[in-house]
Structure formats: structure tokens, C-alpha cells
């Protein structure tokens, strides 16, 4: 297992910059999620950290040991991509046994090893059929069981369930966590999407243009987010964020005033509150008053929302809540669960 640093990481293409000055420890066995949108720098980072980019700036050591020189193929990782990656024309078994036979590893050792890594990810009764015969999910199983097979160091999960649908995504995940936790392999894994960060992650360091925002348990940044930007990217739906001015500890926006939320007063401020932090009130009586803009019946609960000025603001309300559209509304905020950003720099106040 392994330990993983990261010094200053930087990677520029000429005055374009992917990474910028990136400091992260990630811990034995850990299961370290990057999370940001397209563009942020979460690839590239894991990239440099497997050897396939090298750093324009900065430092990578795994255990200690500096390995910005060392090639990839000698670093110990794992590489698990979005594609599959499979040779078609190779079995499973083979498939699953190519990397063995790349790395030297004694033949009698081969058919014991690629069966235990089938077992892993319950591929056993799959090993003598080609790629192509099995669905995706079993694709993708069989690309995990070809990094698993020689134990590395340190797994590299490049949005392996992207390709994926929604029932498998779901399947996979709890596959993932179960096998990571089995293996107790440090594992760095690269998504967009918050849902698969937020249940497979020890960690998550939420990224954008190029920086780490936060870096947090799903706990901590979910509950205490530092920013704006991680306030809004993670949470489905997002926390909602309502623009307005604080005058003597009062919040004021567009049909919204909530009393007793900060101190003082202030101009430019950005209130956020997230949906299960917010209960349907009569009309008139609540902290936001407007009228009903949508109304979205998820089975387990009913999605509400309103206008405030231009923003759209969303409550979970119960399963069984129902009211006809444009008829007036009001939302009542938990005070205890607001927050207050500064709107130029997006910073928490």
C-alpha cells in the first residue's frame, strides 16, 4: 500500500494552465475522490500522478519517494479508464492475465492470481468468453479485475462509470467501495459526479480551474462548504443561492428577508440554503414569499419551487404535497442550517 504527495503539482501548456500549485496528501489506503466540472484539473492531476503527464511544476513522491522522474510503468499504479480497454479478441482470462505477463510475473503464478482478481469482482464463471458477449457492467468488471490482479500500490480511476447506466452506476459503486475497502489499496478516482464522490469517498477534494476549492470527508464539504462554488456543485439538487444584502444581521433579497442570520450589515452577499432545509409555509408567512414555479414528483418526495427575483429556489417538500402552478407560496429556512457568502469573492463569511 501507499502513501501519495503531492508538492506544488503544477502542469502548464505554454500560458494555458491545467494545475496550479496543487498540495495534497492522500493516505495509506485512503480513497481519495477528485470531484469538479470539465476542465478543472482532476485528470491531469491523476494523470501526472501515474506517470502520464509530467509535472511543470512541483513534486509527486509515493511513500516518500520522489517519482517525478521514475516512468510510469515502474511506479506501482493501476490505471482503471472510463473505456473498458479490453483486447477483443482475448478472453477475459487473458485479458485479466495480460498485465502479469507484462510485468514478468512467474507463469506458474498466472491462473491462481487471475482467479483470485475474477473472484474479487464475481467474474468467475465469465473467464472464457470474449469482451464482447458480456454486458457493461461485466466490462467494466473485468477492466477492475485487470488492476486488481497484481496488487499494486495505488489504484487510478479515471470515471470508470461513465458509460454506465443509472442501475449499474448504482450496482458499481457499492462494488467499488466493497472491493477497496477488501484490498485496502490507496485508490485516487477522478468523477464530475458529486452522488459517486459523496458515497465512495474517504476524502474529496472538489477542484476548479485548476486549484482544490475544498478538501474534506462528504460530511464536511457537504455541511460546511467554503465557497460558493463547492456550495453549488455539491448537493442534488444544489444548495440554493439567493443574492441580496444584510442589513443589521438580516438577510434581504428579492421576496425574501430572513431575520437573526448574521451580524451587522453588509452590501453583496449571497445567502445559501439547501432543499431538505427548507419547509412550504402559507403564503405570506414564510422567509421567501412568492408563488409556486414548479412542481416535480420524485416518488419519495416532491421537489417545489419558486422565484426569488431571477433565481429559482427548490424545497423538498413531502411525497404527497401537490398545488396548483402560479398560486402564491412561501418557504420558511432553517436559520441554523444558512449560510452567508461573500458574492465578489465567493468566499464564506
Known sequence: MASISLKSISKAWGPVVGVDAVDLDIRDKEFMVFLGPSGCGKTTTMRMIAGLEDPTGG??????????????????????????????????????????????????KHDKMVREAADIVELGDYLDRKPRALSGGQRQRA???????????????????????????????????????????????????????????????????????????????????ANVFVAGFIGSPPMNLIKGDLDNGAFTGASTRVPGIGQGSRKNVILGVRPEDISVAEPGHGHLNSVLYSLEPTGDQTLVSALAGEQMVVAKGSRSFRQTLETPIGFTFDVARCFLFDAASGERI
Open 59 to 108: 513534486d509527486i513522491l509515493i511513500d516518500g519517494e520522489k517519482v517525478n522522474d521514475v516512468d510510469a510503468r515502474d511506479r506501482d499504479v493501476a490505471m482503471v479508464f472510463q473505456s473498458y480497454a479490453l483486447y477483443p479478441n482475448m478472453t477475459i482470462y487473458e485479458n485479466i492475465r495480460f498485465p502479469l505477463r507484462m510485468r514478468g510475473i512467474p507463469r506458474d
Open 143 to 225: 477492466a477492475l479485475a485487470r488492476a486488481v490482479v497484481r496488487h499494486p500500490r495505488v489504484f487510478l480511476m479515471d470515471e470508470p462509470l461513465s458509460n454506465l447506466d443509472a442501475k449499474l452506476r448504482l450496482t458499481m459503486r457499492a462494488q467499488l467501495k466493497h472491493i477497496q475497502r477488501r484490498l485496502e489499496t490507496t485508490t485516487v478516482y477522478v468523477t464530475h459526479d458529486q452522488i459517486e464522490a459523496m458515497t465512495l469517498a474517504d476524502r474529496i477534494a472538489i477542484m476548479n480551474k485548476g486549484k482544490i476549492q475544498q478538501l474534506g470527508t462528504p460530511d464536511e464539504v457537504y455541511n460546511n462548504p
